[in-house]
């Protein structure tokens, strides 16, 4: 994939990193929904399956729910394994850095802003503080790359 690919891909992640959160939530609020209908019945085994408990329980089931909530696991893996890799990755930087990806990605500001409240004159300097940062996220955030 093109580097100018994975940069967008990156910064997509970066943006939707508040949003992850969130789904995260909702996933499990959703599967707190679900689970209690099926927890009597289901274990939930490592090796992303689930185990039956009851056999007189089997066909009562209903398959829809437990395949439902496989998914929302998964979902909530996905998307903890991103907001983790990111975090990692925010807390090296240098704290100049740092403020230019919070105010560009986690809070979706246009870079004329960011040049401002960063306390620069010309929109080089901020986009070479990007560049920057976008080399060290390409290193330490390349497992996203993958995850869609």
Not at 18 to 28: A, R, S, V
Not at 100 to 108: G, H, L, S, T
Not at 119 to 125: A, C, L, R, V, W
Request: hydrophobic letters at 30%.
């Amino acid at each position: 994939m093109p580097k100018n690919m994975r940069e967008r891909t990156i910064e997509t992640h970066l943006r939707h990193y508040n949003t992850y959160k969130i789904g995260i939530e909702n996933c499990k609020k959703q599967l707190d929904y679900i689970l209690p209908s099926i927890t009597s019945r289901f274990d939930y085994i490592s090796g992303n399956s689930f185990y039956i408990a009851n056999n007189t329980e089997r066909v009562a089931i209903d398959r829809v729910e437990s395949k439902r909530a496989l998914d929302l696991y998964e979902e909530i893996e996905r998307y903890n394994i991103i907001c983790e890799s990111i975090e990692r990755a925010f807390s090296e930087l240098k704290p100049h850095e740092q403020d230019f990806v919070k105010m560009r990605y986690f809070d979706c500001q246009p870079i004329e802003r960011v040049t401002r409240e960063m306390g620069y004159n010309e929109h080089k300097s901020v986009y070479r503080i990007r560049r920057h940062v976008l080399d060290k996220l390409l290193i330490s955030l390349n497992n996203l790359i993958i995850l869609k």
